[in-house]
Nanobody, 129 residues
Framework: LVQLAESGGGSVQSGGSLRLSCAAS????????MAWFRQAPGKEREGVAA???????RYADSVKGRFTVSADNAKNTLYLQMNSLKPEDTAMYYC???????????????????????WGQGTQVTVSS
């Protein structure tokens, strides 16, 4: 059973930083897509950042230059470094994974929630102005 557990959420002032972590267990496939999604109250869930097992990344336009996604394969952990946070970044943040996944060299992982099969429970991020 694949399990994803997020941590690192919290409350921060505008301009601050947070680092989210997602510990994955239950699978050992070498090929994958992993991603961060978020959902604010009254809004649809949106893809924020994704990474594949080749290290290719993709970001939503709203977070480019501020957020960085990374993965530590030895620790089976996904990270999201969030800098220059804004009040509009306030949301529940979810970790998602799809594995095994054919990773094509030169391609990029997707940000559609339909592309991911495994989900964590979420961690709340609140940014105050």
């Amino acid at each position: 059973l694949v399990q994803l557990a997020e941590s690192g959420g919290g409350s921060v002032q505008s301009g601050g930083s947070l680092r989210l972590s997602c510990a994955a267990s239950g699978y050992t496939y070498n090929s994958y897509w992993m991603a961060w999604f978020r959902q604010a109250p009254g809004k649809e869930r949106e893809g924020v950042a994704a990474i594949d097992s080749d290290g290719s990344t993709r970001y939503a336009d709203s977070v480019k230059g501020r957020f960085t996604v990374s993965a530590d394969n030895a620790k089976n952990t996904l990270y999201l470094q969030m800098n220059s946070l804004k009040p509009e970044d306030t949301a529940m943040y979810y970790c998602a994974a799809d594995s095994p996944r054919t990773v094509v060299p030169g391609s990029f992982p997707g940000l559609g929630d339909y592309e991911y099969n495994y989900w964590g429970q979420g961690t709340q991020v609140t940014v105050s102005s």
